[in-house]
């Protein structure tokens, strides 16, 4: 019955974690998530008021495909104050959250039977999307000892006549990893030379605890030409369910993208898009009071992490995930039997701590798994209890 293209497609791991322990908790279970990928904080007053102001003015019609034209310009100027990047408002267009400017991209530039290298452990859409429309992912390792940078050789000694693009996710999810501007340099020389494409997903630039956000596009005129920035206001200002998304890169694939998009979805949200032109342009001192609480958590929670026998975690350095390697729980017996995977550990911290987490495997790595901290500072030492005396009981 179903079309040939979903023999492979995973649904989204992450949100059938949350669906589950949102499940348990109805039937009055006590279980603390830390599968959330969305930050705990309210929309700042000032992004909503300007929503209602839409709403009240009457901007409830269908806009412009990719976006208002005071919205492109204020994502013109955020690239510009926040990146040193210059872009034209024909060279951006904004879509329902990033996951569907992705898409977009992927729609435009892959071809079926193209390779699109992937560095490893990476967010789980991207090799879905990507075999959606028939291309081939290919995970390029990262190592924990270098806190998951990208390593430039290894992406080298993936290439072939088929590789047409490469993702990067800086800061990283799930692993946290800031990509160094060396990396990112040479990945960028790489590019150019063997004539492929960088998507630069940057939906986490604003939750960067150590060094400096980087983008890749603004590395050099040459590399510039053959990236697509993409962002989101969902991360950033705490708006996940207002679905907007951008990208900025050449004017063809914009162009592309967005007819791509009229065919589909038309334009995101006119009350969304309103209040996004908010978020960019007006003040942007929430950002750094939600980033400050969010590395507090970090510490805390990497901290617990490695205090648990069996369990080490790097300490990442942006987003809000935790991505500890638990492979020296395997071996051990549980109640449900012998832990051998991340998926394995997850149903076990479920189970006997009642804390949801998500399985590493599904973004590509079976010896991690998932915390995320956005949760408050309370609920995170409560979990890290629980899952502490679980982890030890098993070692008993
Ligand atoms: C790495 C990464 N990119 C993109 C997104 C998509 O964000 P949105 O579609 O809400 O803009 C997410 C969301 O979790 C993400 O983790």
């Known amino acids: 019955m179903l079309a040939d293209r979903l023999k492979t497609l995973a649904p989204s791991p992450t949100l059938a974690m949350q669906a589950k322990a949102k499940a348990m908790r109805a039937q009055g279970i006590d279980v603390i998530s830390f599968g959330a990928g969305e930050p705990d904080f309210d929309t700042p007053r000032r992004i909503k008021d300007a929503a209602i102001r839409a709403i009240d003015s009457g901007q409830t019609k269908y806009t412009e495909v990719g976006g208002i034209p005071e919205l492109r310009a204020a994502v013109c100027q955020k690239l510009k104050r926040d990146n040193g990047l210059d872009y034209a408002s024909d060279e951006v267009t904004v879509s329902c959250g990033a996951k569907h400017t992705l898409y977009n991209i992927v729609m435009t530039l892959v071809n079926p039977g193209d390779e699109v290298l992937i560095p490893s452990p990476y967010w789980v859409s991207y090799p879905e999307q990507v075999r959606l429309l028939g291309g081939v992912p290919v995970p390029v390792q990262t190592r924990e000892a270098t806190r998951f940078d990208l390593d430039p050789a290894e992406l080298r000694r993936a290439v072939t006549p088929r590789t047409k693009m490469i993702i990067l996710d800086s800061p990283g999810n799930p692993t946290g990893a800031v990509f160094s501007p060396e990396a990112l340099a040479e990945v960028a020389r790489l590019a150019v030379e063997r004539d492929l494409w960088v998507v630069s997903d940057e939906c986490y630039e604003a939750l960067t605890y150590e060094g400096r956000h980087v983008s890749i ?162 609920t995170i030492r409560e979990g890290l209890e629980r899952m502490d005396a679980a982890v030890r009981a098993l070692a008993a």
């Open 217 to 378: 596009a603004s590395l050099g005129s040459d590399i510039k030409a053959r990236t697509i920035v993409v962002n989101t206001c969902s991360k950033a200002y705490a708006m996940t369910g207002w679905r907007i998304g951008y990208a900025a890169g050449p004017k063809a694939i914009i162009k592309a993208m967005t007819d791509v998009q009229s065919q589909v979805t038309s334009n995101p949200t006119s009350i969304a898009q309103w209040a996004a032109v908010e978020a960019l342009s007006g003040p942007q001192e929430e950002i750094a009071k939600m980033a400050g609480e969010f590395d507090r958590r970090r510490r805390v929670i990497v901290e617990g992490l490695n205090a648990m026998p069996g369990v080490t975690c790097v300490m990442p350095k942006g987003a809000f995930y935790a991505f500890p390697n638990v492979s020296g729980l395997f071996g051990k017996r549980a109640k449900g039997g012998v832990l051998r995977t991340s998926s394995d550990v997850c149903g076990f911290l479920l189970d006997e701590a009642r804390i949801a987490t998500v399985a590493g495997v599904d973004f590509g790595s079976d010896a991690h798994i998932r915390l995320s901290y956005a949760t408050g500072l309370e």
